[in-house]
T-cell receptor
Framework: QKEVEQNSGPLSVPEGAIASLNCTYS??????FFWYRQYSGKSPELIMF????GDKEDGRFTAQLNKASQYVSLLIRDSQPSDSATYLC??????????FGTGTSLTVIP | DTGVSQDPRHKITKRGQNVTFRCDPI?????LYWYRQTLGQGPEFLTY????????KSRLLSDRFSAERPKGSFSTLEIQRTEQGDSAMYLC???????????????FGPGTRLTVL
């Protein structure tokens, strides 16, 4: 069984701070790694994806991947109240199946 | 609106009844995925299509579930003899092979919320 593990939280950070979200995965054959944001009652929306070791930055978001440690993280800089949501980590395997974690609930306090 | 659409948005049914959901992907997206999500969990992969071909199906998926994409455009997901454990949000997502993303960008529809009484 391929697993994606996330700390369910809740994680609370003050407005303007850096939020750090972490994820580990079990399948070493995983090809691509994703972070989705899901607001309550809404569908997931893709924030960014990464498939090479290292960092990938997109605006206030930075994804970090370490395949040797089977670890992927998401940093949110200058956190805003509108960032309050559940963040889902997902991995894509060689069969193009996507496996999601249970999500980390983030609250940004004004 | 050119996003992924799903119909119906809500479905309430009695145990033992059959239900069918429809998903219309973004135009020209040739991959289409079905997921199931319950409260407090992440989406669980059910199956996916590339054009009209069903390429993968979750080994955890009961034989009561079947999906089709007959013309490579819209897709249907049918659940036969529904059980209370089938109550969940059923999500559809689509993607395409665009330069630099290689099907990595999945766009989700609003989902169909199923309640089995």
């Amino acid at each position: 069984q391929k697993e994606v593990e996330q700390n369910s939280g809740p994680l609370s950070v003050p407005e303007g701070a850096i939020a750090s979200l972490n994820c580990t995965y079990s399948d070493r054959g995983s090809q691509s790694f994703f972070w989705y944001r899901q607001y309550s009652g809404k569908s997931p929306e893709l924030i960014m994806f990464i498939y090479s070791n290292g960092d990938k930055e997109d605006g206030r978001f930075t994804a970090q991947l370490n395949k040797a440690s089977q670890y992927v993280s998401l940093l949110i800089r200058d956190s805003q109240p509108s960032d309050s949501a559940t963040y889902l980590c997902a991995v894509r395997d060689t069969g193009n199946q996507f496996y999601f974690g249970t999500g980390t609930s983030l609250t940004v306090i004004p | 609106d050119t996003g992924v659409s799903q119909d119906p948005r809500h479905k309430i049914t009695k145990r033992g009844q059959n239900v069918t959901f429809r998903c219309d992907p973004i135009s020209e997206h040739n991959r289409l995925y079905w997921y199931r999500q319950t409260l407090g969990q992440g989406p669980e992969f059910l199956t996916y299509f590339q054009n009209e071909a069903q390429l993968e199906k979750s080994r955890l998926l009961s034989d009561r579930f079947s999906a089709e994409r007959p013309k490579g455009s819209f897709s249907t997901l049918e659940i036969q003899r529904t059980e209370q454990g089938d109550s969940a949000m059923y999500l559809c997502a689509s993607s395409s092979r665009t330069s630099g993303t290689f099907y990595n960008e999945q766009f989700f529809g609003p989902g169909t919320r199923l309640t089995v009484l």
